[in-house]
């Protein structure tokens, strides 16, 4: 009973790097969310898909791209890693498009140096 | 521009105690506020609120949501060092459609 699975858990990244983020649930969940959580800041969505074939940006897409490469896999890719990205990202989904319940991944943390 | 505040943003209390978290927010279509607790990694679902006045329980945990006032609050009675974690609160709102704004949240440490 898997849920939501993050990988790397932990990845540490030079300024200018590029990386990708992996997310994979097999609840059969049609939405999925990545958020990242910052000290004193809560969680702040960067992007979603509300269906598969569908990507939205959120509050802070700035610096991100996303694929959802089918109904289970939704990736997150920094495409040039910078020092302000330093944080701990969580990627969740929900069975339908009212966000509502949203089952999360255990989060993969990340430095950029 | 939705927001959701917590309060307080952190608290120490001892075993046994009963606390209070609070949450306010200011969104647009306002859907539901939901309440969810951090431990070491993933957040967890505790309760979703959508009507006014009506209290969900569970177990120690109790919430209640005033849409009038546009607050909700979480209690813990008879608090465990378990019950230490980060309590977050987060609103569906209508402005970003099927996403949820999230609070700073609370960081709440239990003492035996």
């Known amino acids: 009973n898997a849920g939501v699975t993050q990988t790397p858990k932990f990845q540490v990244l030079k300024t200018g790097q590029s990386m990708t983020l992996q997310c994979a649930q097999d609840?059969?969940?049609?939405?999925m969310y990545w958020y990242r959580q910052d000290p004193g800041m809560g969680l702040r969505l960067i992007y979603y898909?509300?269906?598969?074939?569908?990507?939205d940006k959120g509050e802070v897409p700035n610096g991100y791209n996303v694929s959802r490469l089918n109904k289970r896999e939704f990736s997150l890719r920094l495409e040039s890693a910078a020092p302000s990205q330093t944080s701990v990202y969580f990627c969740?989904?929900?069975?339908?498009?009212?966000?509502?319940?949203?089952?999360f991944g255990a989060g993969s943390r990340l430095t950029v140096l | 521009e939705d927001k959701v505040v917590q309060s307080p943003l952190s608290l120490v209390v001892h075993e046994g105690d009963t606390v209070t978290l609070n949450c306010s927010y200011e969104?647009?279509?306002?859907?539901?506020l939901l309440w969810y607790k951090q431990e070491k990694k993933a957040p967890t679902f505790l309760f979703m609120l959508?009507?006014?006045?009506i209290e969900k329980k569970s177990g120690r945990l109790s919430s209640i949501l005033d849409k009038k006032e546009l607050f909700s609050i979480l209690n813990i009675t008879a608090t465990q060092t378990g019950d230490s974690a980060i309590y977050l609160c987060a609103v569906e709102s209508g402005e970003y459609g099927n996403k949820l704004v999230f609070g700073a949240g609370t960081i709440l440490r239990v003492k035996s």
């Open positions: 969104v647009t279509n306002f859907r539901s």
């Open positions: 898909s509300a269906s598969e074939g569908t990507t």
């Open positions: 609840m059969n969940h049609n939405s």
């Open positions: 969740a989904s929900s069975m339908v498009s009212g966000a509502n319940v949203l089952t």
């Open positions: 959508t009507s006014s006045g």
